[in-house]
C-alpha cells in the first residue's frame, strides 16, 4: 500500500465492507418500503391516516435513538459493537413484514427496524471517519453513500419483478427481504476490523458540560447549515406525487426512486473524491443551486418531461452533498466525540426533515403541489444566506 500522503492511497477495505453492508441492508429495506404503503391499504385496509401515523412513529423512534446511540459508542471507545446491534435488528424485523397480518405487526416491525437504523446510523458514520484517512474522508464517504444507494434502487427494482412474477404475493416478496438483511449482518462481523484503539482510553459521558463545550464552534456551524439545509429538501415522497400527476400508473411509482438513486450512486463517489480536492463551503452552495434548479422544474410543469428533469437534477444534488456533510462533521468533530457529533447532526437534521415534510404537505392541500416546490426553493435561498456568515475556526 502506498504512503500516507501518496496521490496513489487506496480507500481502505474496511470502507469497501462498509459500504456493501449499507448496499445489502437497503436492498432489503427498499424492497419492503417500496410496496409497504401499497400493502398496509390494499391487504390490511388500513386507512391513509393509520399508515402516517405508523410512519410518523417510526420515524420518530430512529431520531430518538440516534442521538443515543452515538453517545453510546463514545462513551464505549467502540463503534462496531452497536453497529452490529443496529444492523442485526434491522434484519431481525424483516421476518415480522412477512408475517403481518395486522396494523400491530407492521407497527411492531418498523419499530424495530427503525430503531435498529437509528442505534447504527451514528457509530457506523463515525467507523467510517475512524477508518479513511482524513484526506480520503470525503471519498470514503461519498463511496459508502454510493453503494448504499445502489441498495435503494436495487431493492424496489427486485420488489416490482417478484410482484410480477409472484402476482402480487406480498409475503412471499417480503420474505425474500430476509436474505439480503441476514447477509449483511454477517458482511460487517466478518468483514470489518475496528482500528486499534489508543492504550489509556477512558470511557467519557459525552453528556457532561465540559466534553460537550469540546465541540467546537466549527461543528455548530455545520450543524445550523446541515439543518437548514434540510429544512429546504423534504420529504422524496412528494416528488412520487407531483410524478402520479403526470399520469405515470401507480403501480410504477417506485420507478421515481429508482431513477434519483441510480443518479445518486452514479454520482456520489466522484462528489465525494471532489470534495477532498475543492472548497466544502463552495460544494455545498453548487449542491443547493442544483436543489433550487429541481425545485423550480418540478413547481413549473407537471408534464413528464419536466419531472424527470427535476428528479435527475434532485438526485445529482444528494450526491454532492450528503457525504459532504457527513465529512464535515468527522473533520470537525474530535475523535472520541465523533460518534456524539453524528447523533446530534442527525436529530437536528432529521427534525427539520419532518417539520419540511410537514410544511410541504400543508402547502400542497392547501394551495397546490408547485407552492410546495417554491417553498423548497425558498429555503435553499435561506440556506446560502446562512451560509454567508462566516465558518467558525
Known sequence: ???????????????????????????????????????????LGMSAFAVGLIEGAAESTALIVKVFSGMVSDWLGRRKLLAVLGYGLGAASKPLFALASSAGWVLGARLIDRVGKGI?????????????????????????????????????????????????????????????????????CVGVKE????????????????????LPSAYWWVVAVGAVFTLARFSEAFLVLRAQQSGL???????????????????????????DAVSHRKLLAWGLALLIGADLLLAYDSHW??????????????????????????????????????GLFNLMSGVAMLLASALAGWLWEAFSPAATFYAGAAFCVIALAVMRVREPR
Open 305 to 342: 418531461g419536466w419531472i424527470w428533469a427535476g428528479v435527475s437534477l434532485w438526485g445529482l444534488h444528494m450526491a454532492m452533498t450528503q457525504g459532504l456533510l457527513a465529512t464535515m462533521v468527522a473533520d470537525t468533530a474530535p475523535a472520541d466525540l465523533r460518534g456524539t457529533a453524528y
Open 120 to 188: 447504527r446510523g451514528a457509530p457506523r458514520d463515525a467507523l467510517v471517519a475512524d477508518i479513511a484517512p482524513p484526506e480520503l474522508r470525503g471519498a470514503a464517504f461519498g463511496l459508502r453513500q454510493s453503494l448504499d444507494t445502489v441498495g435503494a434502487f436495487l431493492g424496489p427494482l427486485l420488489g416490482m419483478g417478484l410482484m410480477l412474477l409472484w402476482a402480487d404475493d406480498f409475503h412471499a416478496v417480503f420474505w425474500v427481504a430476509v436474505i439480503p438483511a441476514v447477509l449483511s449482518v454477517v458482511l460487517l
Open 195 to 214: 482500528p486499534a484503539h489508543h492504550e489509556g482510553h477512558k470511557s467519557v459521558n459525552p453528556l457532561r458540560k465540559e466534553n460537550l463545550r469540546r
Open 249 to 275: 400508473p401507480l403501480a410504477f411509482a417506485p420507478l421515481v426512486m429508482i431513477a434519483m438513486n441510480v443518479i445518486y450512486a452514479l454520482a456520489a463517489y466522484p462528489c465525494g473524491k471532489l470534495a
Open 1 to 43: 500500500m502506498a504512503p500516507p500522503g501518496s496521490p496513489s492511497i487506496a480507500i481502505p477495505r474496511g470502507i469497501w465492507a462498509l459500504g456493501f453492508v449499507s448496499l445489502l441492508m437497503d436492498v432489503s429495506s427498499e424492497l419492503i418500503h417500496s410496496l409497504l404503503p401499497v400493502f398496509m391499504v390494499t391487504a
